[in-house]
Every structure is written in structure tokens, then in C-alpha cells.
């Protein structure tokens, strides 16, 4: 497939999507959003691609999160509110796949450019990023993201974000005192440091190991400690008796 408003390319089993809109802040319309999706199946379905790096083009904007004017156009067109649906459909397959997923911020991260910071597996931003949060402010419920960033970082922080809009902008400094990202990097050293943490889990040698740790983490997560670590043990013996294993 061509894209036109995103950019993949892959390297040593690891494959980086670059957001490749920057004249409209990288905001997300109906096109971009099957584009990440057809991308992100690739990575699903190719064995080769062990680990995936997201971030966008530009200085200004990571991602602005939904293409509001097309959303309107949409929305006066057909009598209802258009938008929420073109995300669901990628942001699922986010959130399902088992291999690793590095998220590399530089600039605003605003609405909807949250899902890709809450879905990916790590997390790390340049030094100018900075997130906001806009969905109440055009009438719009932040559930999701907010969902999902509840699980990585304080509850309060998250409900001020999605609650106060706008008038709540997190820096790359408290975005790393909170949890949000791992690490913070100069603007010209953020995707060189995102391909090395992508080459470092790439390179391993079990593919098998890797998956069946991120499934183990998120599994325990989602079912709570007392069913949570059961689960973990019962991961751990999925690939207990492989060839992976064994040659390890």
C-alpha cells in the first residue's frame, strides 16, 4: 500500500511510522486513519518486524489528534457527530497486538494524538513536547485515552488532564516526573534514542519471549493483583516448552 499521510519504513525488524502531516499538525483525518491501520496489520502479520517505533514529522506537533475540520464537514453533512469512529478501528489493533510499540513525542501532543501515547508500550519525548488535552473543550468525552493513561500514571494527574483542557498542559519535565514517559531527549537525539530502545528488544533473541512478556504484563494488569499473577505464572508456561527455550 502508498501512504500519503504517514511514512514506514523498516530496518533490522523494526518498522517506524512517522505521522507525515505536519502542515496540519499531524491531526488524523479518515485517511490517515486507515493508513495507520493497514500499517499497523503489516506489524501484526509480518514475523520479521519484531518492534515499532510511532512518532511524527515536524517540529510544531507530534499529533493534534482528530482532524477537527473534516470531522465538522462530516458531522453538518450527515446530522450526527463523525469522528470517534475512525479511531476505533487502529487504536483496537493497538491495543490488542502483543509485539512492543515505542512512542516517541516531540511537540504537542493534543486530543486524540493521546491514544497513541496511552496504547504504546514505552513511552519516551523530546525536551520541546508538551500534552494537552482538548476533547471537553469542543464538547467531546476523553474516555479512552483516559482509561488507558490511568493505568501509567496518577489518577489525579489524569483527571485533571481530561477535565480541565486546555488549561491543564503537562511539559516534557512533569511528563516524566509523573510517569508518562521513561525519558526525556533533546529534540535532534528523539528518534535515534526510540530506534535504539526499538533494536534492543528487536535483537533479542525470542521473538516468543518478548511477546509472552508484554501479554503476561498487560493481562495481570487488566485482571488485578489477585487474579492478575495467576495469570502471569499460567503465561509463563505458554512457551515453558519451546525451542526458544530450550536453545536459551
Not at 20 to 39: D, F, H, V, Y
Amino acid at each position: 500500500m502508498e501512504f500519503q499521510d504517514i511514512e514506514v519504513t523498516t530496518d533490522h525488524g523494526v518498522m517506524t511510522l512517522v505521522l507525515n502531516r505536519p502542515e496540519r499538525m499531524n491531526a488524523i483525518s479518515k485517511a490517515t486513519g486507515e493508513e495507520i491501520l493497514a500499517a499497523l496489520t503489516t506489524y501484526r502479520d509480518d514475523h520479521d518486524l519484531r518492534a515499532l517505533v510511532i512518532t511524527g514529522a515536524g517540529e510544531k506537533a507530534f499529533c493534534s489528534g482528530l482532524y477537527v475540520t473534516e470531522a465538522a464537514e462530516d458531522s453538518a453533512e450527515s446530522g450526527r457527530t463523525e469522528g470517534y469512529t475512525i479511531f476505533r478501528p487502529w487504536t483496537d489493533l493497538m491495543q490488542s497486538l502483543e509485539k512492543p510499540i515505542i512512542c516517541a513525542v516531540n511537540g504537542a501532543c493534543v486530543g486524540g494524538g493521546w491514544h497513541l501515547v496511552a496504547d504504546s508500550d514505552i513511552v519516551i519525548c523530546s525536551e520541546n513536547a508538551r500534552f494537552i488535552d482538548t476533547h471537553v473543550n469542543i464538547g467531546l468525552i476523553n474516555g479512552v485515552e483516559a482509561a488507558g493513561l490511568a493505568w501509567k500514571m496518577p489518577l489525579g494527574v489524569v483527571m485533571r488532564m481530561a477535565l480541565e483542557g486546555r488549561d491543564f498542559v503537562i511539559d516534557a519535565e512533569d511528563a516524566h516526573r509523573w510517569g508518562l514517559v521513561t525519558e526525556v531527549t533533546p529534540r535532534a537525539e528523539l528518534l535515534a534514542k526510540a530506534t535504539l530502545i526499538a533494536r534492543n528488544i528487536a535483537d533479542k533473541a525470542s521473538p516468543l519471549a518478548v511477546r509472552g512478556t508484554k501479554r503476561a504484563v498487560h493481562g495481570a494488569l487488566r485482571r488485578g493483583f489477585l487474579e492478575g499473577i495467576p495469570f502471569a505464572w499460567e503465561t509463563l508456561e505458554d512457551i515453558q516448552d519451546t525451542e526458544d527455550v530450550a536453545e536459551g
